[in-house]
């Protein structure tokens, strides 16, 4: 695969992450609280996913994704554990609003994750362009 293919990878991930969070964006504006929790994870596993395979990593799992960041991005700390430790809560919220049909989110909470993804997405691009 060329440089360029490459490139061009990473950027419609990137593009998909913006997208995505737009969404998640939108829908707690309407009150879906557990569908804006899907796609704010959904836009944070795009992000990951882009900086991974700008590295030379292709996860095949969501698992595999969170492991490989922790595992190559926390050396020098090239992605702080509060990052981190996000992706890990934000992946589990995701699993809870998607499969446990009691839970749902309330709008104080996901409000302050769509800012804390808001802060992820910009942090891991970042990193990206570096």
Same mark, same amino acid.
């Given at each position: 695969?060329?440089?360029?293919?490459?490139?061009?990878?990473?950027n419609?991930?990137?593009?998909?992450? &913006?997208? $995505? *969070?737009?969404?998640?964006?939108? #829908?707690? /504006?309407?009150?879906?609280?557990?569908?804006?929790?899907?796609?704010?994870?959904?836009?944070?596993?795009?992000?990951?996913?882009?900086?991974?395979?700008?590295?030379?990593?292709?996860?095949?799992?969501?698992?595999?994704? &969170?492991? $490989? *960041?922790?595992?190559?991005?926390? #050396?020098? /700390?090239?992605?702080?554990?509060?990052?981190?430790?996000?992706?890990?809560?934000?992946?589990?919220?995701?699993?809870?609003?998607?499969?446990?049909?009691?839970?749902?989110f309330?709008?104080?909470?996901?409000?302050?994750?769509?800012?804390?993804?808001?802060?992820?997405?910009?942090?891991?691009?970042?990193?990206?362009?570096?």
């Amino acid at each position: 695969m060329s440089e360029n293919d490459i490139e061009n990878i990473v950027n419609q991930r990137i593009l998909q992450a &913006r997208k $995505l *969070l737009f969404e998640a964006e939108e #829908i707690a /504006n309407i009150n879906f609280f557990n569908t804006s929790i899907n796609r704010m994870y959904y836009a944070s596993f795009s992000i990951v996913t882009a900086l991974l395979f700008k590295n030379g990593f292709t996860p095949k799992t969501h698992s595999g994704t &969170r492991i $490989l *960041l922790n595992k190559h991005f926390s #050396i020098e /700390n090239k992605v702080n554990k509060d990052l981190r430790r996000f992706y890990h809560e934000i992946m589990e919220m995701r699993e809870d609003a998607d499969y446990e049909v009691d839970k749902e989110f309330d709008e104080a909470t996901t409000f302050q994750y769509l800012d804390k993804t808001k802060v992820f997405i910009e942090a891991i691009e970042k990193l990206i362009h570096e």
